[in-house]
């Protein structure tokens, strides 16, 4: 309240104006330090309590990294290593736009295969990333892609904050129209998924033309293994 000495808002709009000019986000040691400075002068016993509750306040528009690792929830392990060494907490102001609650919504709707993906950033990073890494070690490494395969499996492969994969790299990378850079994303996995069983169709082919046997495939390779008997042996 207005007047009030004991209200905390005055202290959250300082952490809040603090983390809106920081790009890369503040170490809860920073915003500790901002609170130490006139005119709050809180002391050391009160601040690991003040920065959890600030942290839960603001849950829905901060995201939380530990040691530079995104941390999807905020638990005892984390709250452990706040009272340790609040440098090693880095928290990040998000704000949604209407644009990246668009942009999560159609990923959400054209990733899902046949299966529900909740709308939210994390649920919708944890699919592309998940799926990216599930990928065979051929597809996670071959340069016989296009360019759109190549830079959502990179960013798969080393994304670990799924705000900056959703909201940074993913407009960067495929455009800022939500749609667009839905379908391309859709595409771009497609073709990652399809790329491992497409080289061993194409392999097979190849080599069953250069046995001068191309039709054994749909034959049941019949003729290919009487071919083998001939041979066997020797």
């Not at 901002?34 to 002391?43: E, I, K, N, S």
């Not at 995104?70 to 736009?97: C, G, H, K, M, N």
């Not at 939210?120 to 799926?131: M, Q, S």
Request: net charge negative.
């Amino acid at each position: 309240l207005k007047g009030d000495e004991c209200c905390l808002n005055p202290m959250w709009e300082a952490a809040d104006g603090a983390l809106e000019n920081a790009q890369n986000g503040l170490a809860l040691a920073d915003i500790f330090n901002l609170w130490r400075q006139p005119p709050f002068g809180v002391r050391d016993g009160l601040l690991p309590v003040l920065g959890l509750a600030y942290v839960l306040g603001r849950a829905a528009r901060t995201s939380i990294y530990l040691d530079n690792v995104f941390r999807p929830q905020l638990d005892t392990y984390l709250v452990d290593r706040l009272l340790q060494d609040p440098s090693a907490i880095r928290v990040r102001d998000i704000e949604l736009t209407t644009q990246h609650v668009a942009l999560v919504s159609e990923l959400a709707k054209i990733l899902n295969g046949g299966r529900h993906i909740d709308p939210t950033a994390l649920e919708v990073a944890k699919v592309i990333v998940g799926r990216v890494r599930a990928l065979p070690n051929w597809s996670q490494r071959t340069g016989h892609l296009s360019q759109g395969a190549v830079v959502l499996r990179q960013l798969g492969l080393k994304s670990h904050d799924p705000n900056k994969l959703l909201f940074e790299d993913i407009p960067s990378s495929f455009g800022e129209d939500p749609q667009l850079a839905a379908a391309k994303v859709a595409a771009a996995m497609s073709e990652l998924e399809m790329a491992y069983p497409d080289m061993l169709r194409d392999l097979a082919e190849t080599l069953l033309r250069e046995l001068r046997c191309p039709e054994a495939a749909s034959d049941g390779y019949d003729k290919l293994h009487a071919r083998c008997e001939t041979v066997r042996g020797l």
